[in-house]
């Protein structure tokens, strides 16, 4: 990706669920050429079974192990391997209203960041993940702002509305003269 002049190879898109990481990781894959790794993807097995604690470590050691790509997820327990890794952070740090409505209505609709064999319900999980977007601003907003105190070096975008987003890919159409026609 070209940004302001600089390229990055290794960029991770970070924020709560519903923000809006799927949907700008597909943009920016769509300008770079660069493969595109949703982590929900990689961590969910069939019937909503998490990948065990060390494959999962394993399996992100793998990812970020690759010259370029773009990754889309937080996974605060290897959050650190892809932030270590990483050239480029965006994080979108959206109010968490705009958040649970993005997650409301996308849910149960196909999804190009699940795997196929996984299918969303409106039952007490689904409520139990709202919940978690609801309480991110605490608790994952600040995992990401100490992680990027700790690696000042990286290119660290911060886009906190829908505007913020639009402005980052029209900034992007101009970098790398290539008109988005995804949207």
């Known amino acids: ?70 990754i889309d997820g937080n996974y605060h327990s290897t959050l650190e391997l892809r932030f270590e890794a990483a050239d480029c952070v965006i994080f979108l740090d959206i109010n968490r209203l705009i958040c649970v409505y993005g997650a409301w209505i996308r849910h149960g609709k196909k999804r190009t960041d699940l795997p196929d064999y996984l299918e969303e319900k409106k039952d007490k999980e689904f409520f139990e993940f709202i919940k978690w977007i609801w309480d991110f601003p605490k608790k994952g907003r600040n995992r990401i702002l100490q992680m990027h105190n700790l690696y000042p070096e990286k290119l ?28």
């Open 1 to 70: 990706m070209i940004y302001k002049g600089k390229t990055y190879n290794k960029i991770i898109l970070v924020g709560s669920a519903g923000s809006g990481k799927s949907y700008l990781s597909k943009i920016i894959a769509y300008y770079t050429k660069k493969p595109l790794i949703h982590l929900d993807n990689e961590y969910w097995k069939p019937d909503w079974t998490a990948t065990p604690k060390q494959e999962w470590i394993d399996r992100q050691k793998a990812l970020i192990a690759g010259e370029s790509w773009i």
């Open 156 to 183: 660290f975008i911060v886009l906190k509305n829908r505007k913020d987003i639009k402005n980052f890919i029209k900034e992007l159409e101009k970098q790398n003269k290539r008109e988005v026609n995804i949207l």
